[in-house]
């Protein structure tokens, strides 16, 4: 019986630059596509429709290929390295140690260790939460992240460096550029599932699964909800709390000229990397509006792009933690979040079990601790809409 040969994975094979580079020019032509609609006040005809669906494709090809690529790198890596199977072997041990804890048996030493507060740090599930979190909400995968124990200073830059032409031997234009330090600590949120102890008592019944995939949703949420709306009072301070204000001329409707003029609010260097988030039903309100030739504005991606689809070509998150239109809400968000948001996790989560609180109803508390603080670092990079207060409905 002959052998299946593997064939070797080679860098040289992908040429990400090429891609990246075919990546501009088909994002750069979009544009033109746009502009120049635009600049003759018209919709696009059917050919430049067709035209700019086909390059969006494209695009979400070429950006899937590079992805791929990075996963196939770090898959090689693993298995020349083997380090692919000790971290399976640990992260087996692991659950076992979790399970164990949680039904009060005992706690193996090296896969958990005990934190100042007195709670467990599962060293091998921190990681995998907030990885999970990351992956599920697209909110809180496009803002700029650091992962620190402690306290994160952010540089903020408060005036501008100016450039201006000079003639030879002549003095560079002085700029009295201001910067200033802003810190970044951790906020304590905390998320708790109650079992009963005959669940718990079930051997085969995998608690860390069941504990994971809770808070998991809950982070994801709470994640979400505390980086859009936080007023920085025990928690992060939320996008809407900073931004290019924009705001619309009616509490509860919105229109194609408005979402146009929220487009180039944002200033130019901040769009090619620039995303919408809203709530689906602010999302639903804007797929519904037509142009004067009765032609849908929003233009619907591919299911696997990752988001619910494009508005003038940048891509459209939905978040549950959005306001829907109505007076004095912040329905719209526009901008380049990983240039405009800074949010600073803790790698270290932490697991405490009740087991007094609950023993008169015969269960148990697990809590999960997560530390996360965030901070809008650069208002030019995005764009937060607002509702009238008053007036026109």
């Given at each position: 019986?002959s ?17 990246t ?33 086909d390059?969006e ?19 090689f ?50 990681s995998?939460?907030?990885k ?16 620190s ?57 995998d608690?860390?699964s069941?504990?994971v ?7 994801t ?43 180039h ?14 709530s ?83 269960a ?30």
């Amino acid at each position: 019986m002959s052998k299946i040969r593997v064939p070797e994975y080679r860098a040289e094979d992908v040429n990400p630059k090429l891609l990246t580079e075919q990546l501009a020019e088909k994002k750069k032509r979009m544009k033109e596509i746009l502009d120049g609609a635009k600049a003759e006040t018209r919709a696009m005809s059917e050919d430049e429709d067709k035209e700019f669906s086909d390059l969006e494709k494209e695009i979400n090809s070429i950006k899937a290929t590079l992805a791929a690529e990075e996963r196939a790198r770090a898959l090689f890596k693993d298995s020349d390295s083997g380090t692919s199977v000790k971290s399976e072997d640990k992260k087996k041990n692991a659950v076992a140690a979790l399970n164990a804890f949680i039904r009060g048996t005992e706690v193996r030493a090296g896969e958990m260790s005990v934190s100042s507060t007195g709670g467990i740090i599962p060293t091998e599930f921190s990681s995998d939460i907030i990885k999970s979190v990351n992956e599920l909400s697209g909110i809180f995968n496009l803002v700029g992240k650091v992962n620190s124990k402690g306290v994160y200073k952010q540089i903020v830059r408060k005036k501008k460096i100016t450039s201006a032409g000079a003639v030879e031997l002549s003095q560079a234009t002085r700029s009295a550029t201001d910067f200033e330090t802003i810190e970044i600590g951790h906020h304590k949120y905390m998320a708790e599932a109650v079992m009963s102890l005959e669940v718990i008592a079930q051997t085969e019944f995998d608690i860390v699964s069941e504990v994971v995939s809770q808070f998991t949703e809950a982070f994801t949420l709470q994640a979400e909800t505390t980086i859009i709306g936080g007023n920085g009072t025990n928690e992060a301070t939320g996008l809407v709390k900073g931004g290019t204000k924009y705001t619309l001329v009616a509490q509860n409707v919105i229109t194609a000229d408005e979402i146009v003029k929220i487009y180039h609010a944002l200033k130019t260097m901040y769009r090619n990397n620039a995303a919408w988030i809203m709530s689906n039903d602010t999302l639903c309100a804007i797929r519904l509006i037509k142009d004067a030739d009765g032609q849908y504005i929003f233009h619907q991606s591919d299911l696997t792009s990752g988001f619910a689809g494009t508005i003038l070509g940048k891509p459209v998150y939905t978040s549950e933690a959005m306001d829907n239109l109505g007076a004095g809400k912040h329905p719209i968000l526009f901008g380049d979040y990983g240039r405009a948001y800074k949010a600073n996790v803790n790698p270290e989560m932490s697991i405490q079990v009740l087991n007094e609180l609950y023993a008169p109803v015969g269960a148990k508390g697990i809590i999960g601790i997560l530390w996360l603080d965030g901070k809008p670092v650069n208002n030019e990079a995005y764009v937060t809409v607002e509702c009238a207060a008053g007036g026109k409905l």
